[in-house]
């Protein structure tokens, strides 16, 4: 008789490796033994708060095949059993400080009964399944005595509501349930085979209060998301998410509210069932990384920094494992009993030991090397708390603020390990520091038959802030609007010099684009009407001087235009004057017409009406005084040298260290009673570069130790002038202290510094294809919820690298209700994120510096919505504040300026709009786009979406001062 012989030698083999396995888990585990041995199969066996009792599921019953729930008391060794005892039930939990349990069961299920005798017939027949575990839609949360009295239901929906635990306090459950996939009907055809194949797909976690009161989702992504349990200080929730295929799943973490997310392994098999340790130093979970049917416990640090642990060496299911309330017991099922069978096992735990092991654990394969111990959030909180503090008065360019900031970073980069590029750390630009008159060398006067009238500075006219300073006398043209629009496949040519010389003339033009055209051409035209522009076409044509007038039928009809500086230092090459309507009229008084009477048959684009013509008889002598200030300021420019394997190139890295000073002339969205008051700039954008100091200090300590790491050098710019134009990063790129064509990569960070629901943004993917896969990589670890946003058109300081080439990618948190105002302050900053987003730029920075190829670049062509809608050219406001951080359809709104257009018409942050006027709005562009195309004054129609409904406003824009 062979078989028996077989089976004995197998029983003996199985028994020796018992023994040498049990040698090796005796590391961590001590005294390990059966706890229950009644009945076919037991498991998930959970402590009471006091460490007294047992709650664990166990089929021992011959009338009902399915679990039931029973209480062991571990003083006495008493069980009784909680659960009804009809239908299924599982996952217990005990309520802390109180004698209640919670579980699942289908007792109020019609058909309980039928299921158990059905399921009894099949086990009488012989035959045998695969196990697997039903999700069943029947499955309620009930809460009872430990006696089994007062049973009370707490759900009340159909689909599968189970794996629910209470949080330390008692107060709340967080469970896993299918409801979100009721009624099955709603389902496409997709998800209704997906859900008939595999129905824990469509498992999310919720949590709700004791009572069953409150329910929220808290998880929403494609897989099985299920088993969670609170952290030990009822902070954060920790629960297994698998992949949609259902073969693998991992470890994670979240804060109540669903954010920040963090993923804890990435084992690339089945990891579950996670449990804190008491000290929440650890987490101890069940994976099947050995072999598909052999599933051992592991141990993994609470932040996921460092490859898991193994605990147990026997072949053989080991999992649910649960660790006593003083940590000092491990309660676990496994099937190492000699039948085969599943049972609760227990043992004692040596925490000292898995804490020595986990130190010696290596670091994720996937983690970089030497950032743990050097980036900390009290040191990135103690950067934004200097710069942002009140004696740097904003940091405004070219002032005093800016320069003592300028200086402390520089020191902070000598001291911690970087290097200046060039001789200094500091490298010097210029940028416009306003305009001012010079009274005595402004005149305008309008000769006509030899008579002078005189007009006066500031009542009639004024300079134009890019005016030349200079005389001219010549005849007067009038050239319309001034305007010269190539035909192109979406608009008519128009050409207010058609027929006309202007050559040693003066040019009178009309501020704008006609009044009376539709929408669509007043968005066409609107690219083409800067005055900046305008003063170049009349220069190119020969003129000696250009008037500009806003007309009657304009907005701000008449108005001298303002000398606010437009933060470019070039000059225009010729002198301008804004003039009022009485000098418009002084000089049009022979034509016979009005310049009312004259703008209207423009503003019609009548064919037959002239686009320009000379003023018979007129002359003008004028003169234009104006002092274009320059200030001085500096960029801070740190290196960390490449390795001895140096291949010739530099990753650039760089941050804005500039802010708004107390907000005259600048951006600044001051509510009503802020204005004058200090602008902190804490997250915008002392956060930035707070992350920046701590990645240099971090990469010069990893540059010392391991230098054969580094085959590209690091440059950090630290920017000064982004927020009046980006003057800083482009001065560096005017004059490069390296070859901009070895510069492989531009990583920006701006605005960083509050992370909301574990969202950071990701933007300008579209400028190589080797962002995605690089992202991917680090935030296997990092665990963000990340949104890619393409577009590398961007308003921050990559814009003065893209256009050379040079691939860039932006970190973004978001915009806020702060957003250039005083209250930008540092207490307002979330630093754990801001240390979690430092650790991940550090790491990519180290890869791109590490890795043999560069990234590609691709271009990415300016569509006409991108090219148009300056500053110059946007005459409309309403006083919205776009979340640029939010990838949505339509412009979602962070907020709205106090007594804007917006805010009157009842726009409020968190709107997204959708349609602006006529205008379909499926992204900023196209809302820019909207806003060209609007008319001042004149009521227009905005649908949002708000809380997911469609919701119609009216706003009435104003003009832009």
């Keep these: 008789m062979r078989t028996p012989k077989i089976l004995a030698a197998g029983v003996a083999l199985l028994l020796s490796g018992v023994v040498v396995h049990a040698a090796e888990e005796a590391e961590f585990l001590k005294n390990s033994r059966q706890l229950i041995f009644e009945g076919i199969r037991s498991g998930e066996g959970y402590f009471r708060s006091d460490g007294k009792f047992l709650v664990f599921q166990s089929e021992r019953d011959a009338s009902n095949p399915f679990y039931q729930i029973y209480a062991l008391d571990l003083l006495s060794g008493d069980t009784r059993r909680v659960s009804p005892g009809i239908g299924k039930t599982t996952c217990a939990f005990f309520q802390p400080g109180f004698e209640r349990v919670l579980f699942s069961s289908t007792h109020e299920d019609p058909q309980a009964q039928a299921k158990q005798k059905t399921e009894l017939e099949f086990r009488a027949s012989g035959k045998t399944r695969r196990y697997a575990w039903d999700y069943d839609p029947e499955y309620e949360i009930y809460s009872a005595n430990v006696d089994g009295s007062e049973v009370k239901r707490l759900t009340r929906s159909v689909g599968y509501d189970a794996e629910a635990s209470f949080s330390p306090d008692g107060s709340l459950i967080v469970f896993s349930s299918t409801r979100a996939a009721y009624p099955l009907e709603k389902l496409s055809a997709e998800d209704r085979a997906r859900f008939e194949k595999d129905p824990a797909y469509f498992a999310d976690i919720y949590v709700m209060k004791a009572d069953g009161s409150d329910v929220r989702r808290l998880t929403e992504s494609p897989g099985y998301d299920g088993g969670p349990f609170f952290s030990p200080d009822g902070a954060r929730v920790l629960w297994r998410r698998f992949d949609a295929a259902g073969m693998n799943a991992d470890i994670y973490t979240m804060k109540m509210d669903g954010g920040d997310v963090r993923r804890l392994t990435d084992f690339k098999c089945m990891s579950w069932a996670p449990y804190f340790h008491p000290s929440q130093k650890y987490i101890i979970f069940t994976a099947n990384k050995l072999g598909f049917d052999n599933f051992e416990l592991f141990v993994v640090d609470a932040e996921g920094s ?48 898995v ?103 500031e009542k009639d006219f004024r300079p134009l802030p890019f005016s030349d300073s200079g005389t001219a006398e010549a005849e007067v043209v009038f050239a319309g609007y001034g305007l010269s629009v190539p035909e192109a496949k979406e608009a008519l040519r128009y050409n207010s010099y058609d027929g006309l010389e202007v050559k040693d003339k003066v040019v009178l033009l009309l501020r704008y684009v006609p009044e009376g055209v539709d929408a669509p051409r007043r968005a066409q035209l609107n690219r083409y009407a800067g005055l900046r522009y305008k003063a170049m076409l009349a ?23 303002g000398l606010s500086s437009d933060n470019t230092l070039a000059g225009s090459g010729i002198v301008a004057h804004s003039v009022s309507l009485n000098v418009a009229e002084a000089l049009l008084a022979g034509t016979g017409k009005s310049i009312k009477e004259i703008q209207a048959e423009l503003d019609q684009e009548n064919p037959h009406a002239p ?73 915008d954008n002392a956060s930035g570069t707070a992350l920046l100091m701590e990645v240099g200090a971090a990469l010069a300590l990893e540059r010392k130790t391991h230098p054969e790491r580094f085959k590209r050098g690091v440059i950090l710019g630290f920017w000064s002038g982004e927020e009046i134009g980006l003057i800083g990063s482009a001065a560096f790129v005017e004059k490069p202290p390296v070859d901009l064509s070895k510069i492989v990569a531009y990583l920006n960070f701006d605005m960083v510094g509050r992370l909301r629901e574990n969202k950071l943004s990701l933007q300008g993917i579209a400028s190589s294809k080797s962002w995605k896969k690089l992202i991917e990589k680090r935030n296997v670890v990092a665990g963000f919820n990340l949104a890619l946003q393409d577009d590398p058109y961007l308003p921050t300081d990559t814009t003065s690298f893209y256009p050379r080439r040079i691939p860039v990618l932006s970190f973004f948190t978001g915009s806020h209700e702060d957003y250039h105002r005083p209250s930008d302050t540092p207490e307002k900053l979330d630093y754990e994120g801001l240390e979690r987003i430092t650790r991940f730029a550090a790491a990519m920075i180290q ?72 205008q379909k709005v499926a992204n900023i562009y196209d809302y820019t786009y909207a806003l060209d195309a609007v008319k001042i004054g004149q009521a227009v129609d905005v649908v949002v979406e708000r809380k997911g409904v469609a919701t119609r406003l009216s706003v009435t824009p104003e003009a832009r001062k």
């Design 539 to 561: 220069r190119e044509r020969g003129a000696k001087a250009v008037l500009v007038v806003s007309g009657p039928a304009s907005s701000q009809p008449g108005e001298l235009l």
């Design 355 to 457: 804490l020595r092991a986990l130190d010696q654990s290596p670091l994720r394969t996937k983690a970089a090397p030497g950032f743990t111990g050097e980036i900390r959030a009290g040191d990135l909180q103690s950067h934004v708390e200097w710069l942002a503090a009140p004696e740097r008065e904003g940091r405004r360019t070219g002032t005093s603020g800016a320069k003592a900031s300028a200086d402390w970073i520089s020191e902070y980069a000598k001291s911690n390990g970087m290097e200046p590029l060039e001789k200094a750390f500091a490298q010097e630009f210029e940028f416009p520091a306003g305009v001012a008159l010079k009274p005595e060398h402004n005149a305008l006067a309008v000769l006509t038959a030899g008579k002078e009238q005189v007009f006066k500075l």
């Design 611 to 683: 686009g320009g013509f000379v003023l018979p008889g007129v002359k003008v002598r004028l003169e234009a005084g104006v002092e274009h200030r320059r200030g001085t300021d500096r960029n801070i420019v740190a290196v960390i040298p490449p390795g001895p394997d140096s291949l010739g190139e530099w990753v650039l890295a760089g941050a804005h260290y500039d802010h708004l000073g107390k907000g005259a002339e600048s951006n600044s969205l001051a509510r009503s009673g802020e204005e004058g008051g200090v602008h902190h700039g804490a997250d």
């Design 306 to 353: 460092r490859d898991p642990v193994r605990v147990t060496y026997t072949p053989g299911f080991d999992g649910l494992p649960v660790f006593s309330p003083d940590g000092r017991r491990l309660s676990w099922t496994t099937n190492r009993g000699g039948d085969g069978k599943s049972q609760v096992h227990i043992a004692d735990w040596n925490d000292a030991a």
């Design 847 to 918: 890869d791109l510096a590490a890795a043999p190829e560069r990234p590609d670049f691709a271009r990415v062509e300016k569509t006409a919505q991108q090219e148009s809608g300056s500053r110059e050219t946007l005459r409309a406001y309403i006083g919205s504040i776009p979340d640029y951080a939010t990838e949505v359809k339509g412009v979602k709104l962070s907020g709205v300026r106090a007594g804007s257009p917006a805010e009157k018409g009842g726009l409020q942050g968190g709107d997204v709009i959708v349609e602006f006027g006529k």
